[in-house]
Every structure is written in structure tokens, then in C-alpha cells.
């Protein structure tokens, strides 16, 4: 099984930048695929990027000119750098992992606030 802690997030003006971490512990061997999601207030879970283990990278079209996930192998872990961020970003970013048998597990979310 598979367990997945985030950090890094908090309060930003606009323009700001930060930068969200995901650890995964547990059977790691078992991930296909990370990646970052987002809800809003009232609104569904939106796909925000995501990496395969081989480091090929998805963006939602909205955000690839701002955001970009990366991953550090050695660490299990996988970051995403939000810059030039607008208050439309607020939401509460969920880690997600992806095994080889297509299912997900999700870490407890990490909240999001940008605002002056």
C-alpha cells in the first residue's frame, strides 16, 4: 500500500509563488504515476498535472505556462512550483498516485489561499 503525505502549502498574494511537496512511502515500486489535483469550494476535482515514472509530464491547459511538477527519485517525492499565481487558484491540492493496476490513492490534501 501506498501513503502520501503533502507540504508546502499556505496564504500567497497574487503574483506569488510556492512550492508543494508529496512524499510517498510504502510500496512504491507499485506507481505508475503521480500528480497533482485541485478542488475549489463547490466545484469537482480538477486534474492539475501529472508525472509518469518515466518523467513524462500532463498539464491541464490551463496552467502549463505556470506550474511545473517535477520529481526527485531518490526522495519518492514529487513537487509542483505554482508561480504567478491569481486568487482563481484557491483550492485545497490533493497528491494522487497511480499504480500499475489503475488504482488511486490520494494524500489528505494541502490548502491553497491566494489572496492580498
Known amino acids: 500500500q501506498v501513503q502520501l503525505v503533502e507540504s508546502g502549502g499556505g496564504l500567497v498574494q497574487p503574483g506569488g509563488s510556492l512550492r508543494l511537496s508529496c512524499a510517498a512511502s510504502?510500496?512504491?515500486?507499485?506507481?505508475?504515476?503521480m500528480g497533482w489535483y485541485r478542488q475549489a469550494p463547490g466545484k469537482q476535482r480538477d486534474l492539475v498535472a501529472t508525472?509518469?515514472?518515466?518523467?513524462?509530464?500532463n498539464y491541464a491547459d490551463s496552467m502549463k505556462d505556470r506550474f511545473t511538477i517535477s520529481r526527485d527519485n531518490s526522495k519518492n517525492t514529487v513537487y509542483l512550483q505554482m508561480n504567478s499565481l491569481k486568487p482563481e487558484d484557491t483550492a485545497v491540492y490533493y497528491c494522487?498516485?497511480?499504480?500499475?493496476?489503475?488504482?488511486?490513492?490520494w494524500g489528505q490534501g494541502t490548502q491553497v489561499t491566494v489572496s492580498s
Open positions: 494522487n498516485a497511480r499504480d500499475l493496476w489503475a488504482r488511486d490513492v
Open positions: 508525472i509518469t515514472a518515466g518523467g513524462n509530464t
Open positions: 510504502g510500496d512504491i515500486f507499485s506507481i505508475n504515476r
